[in-house]
Nanobody, 120 residues
């Protein structure tokens, strides 16, 4: 049974940091991605990591501030977010897919999301 569960969201001041976690089951071999959706906007790509961990990709808006990683022993994917900005405020979703891609349609399994709010 596939499960995707995000955690770690919260309220943080601009310039601060948060680390999101995505606990998974049944997704061995999958690429994992993080996406986010702000109110009134479409869901957008944030980062992804291949199953091997050798390939990662970031949206330009988060490059050099966010880091995606995965712990195979814990079946968990992380998103370390540093130097947070108010425009990073969104619901963050974790997703699993078979292909290495930055579009929502490539991901089959999604979590329920976790809210990140960055105050100015």
């Amino acid at each position: 049974q596939v499960q995707v569960t995000e955690s770690g969201g919260g309220l943080v001041q601009a310039g601060g940091s948060l680390k999101l976690s995505c606990a998974t089951s049944g997704l061995s071999g999958y690429t994992m991605g993080w996406f986010r959706q702000a109110p009134g906007k479409e869901r957008e790509f944030v980062a992804h990591i291949s199953w091997s961990g050798s390939s990662t990709r970031y949206a330009d808006s988060v490059k050099d501030r966010f880091t995606i990683s995965r712990d195979y022993a814990k079946n968990t994917v992380y998103l370390q977010m540093n130097s947070l900005k108010p425009e990073d405020t969104a619901v963050y979703y974790c997703a699993g897919g078979w292909t290495i891609a930055d579009v929502t349609g490539a991901y089959k399994y999604w979590g329920q999301g976790t809210q990140v709010t960055v105050s100015s």
